[in-house]
């Protein structure tokens, strides 16, 4: 059980790697599906944590979450930075074509 354990928080915390890289690329619709993948990883290993785990493992399960709230907060705003840039783009182009109407 604790090598799977440690074996699943390395895997989680490269793909939460993968999916800082993704937010700084801004693709944003794959980082939201590895987001959701990483969300179901954690809470598989999160509910499979038996009690007797040495603390070891309880801190490293605690960063793993840590680093992943940090990286959604991240996502989070990207994407509304992205909607807010997308409403001003509408917003020009009806000012546009109001203008051109004219």
Sequence with gaps: ???????????ITHDLTLLD?????????EATELFLKIDSDIKKIA???DPGVDEE???ALFDVYNQFTLTLQKLHTLKKDVGNKLREYISSKKKLKAYNDI
């Design 1 to 11: 059980m604790i090598v799977s354990m440690q074996d699943n928080l390395a895997k």
């Design 21 to 29: 890289s993704l937010c700084n690329k801004g693709e944003l619709e």
């Design 47 to 49: 509910n499979s944590v």
């Design 57 to 59: 493992l309880r801190l």
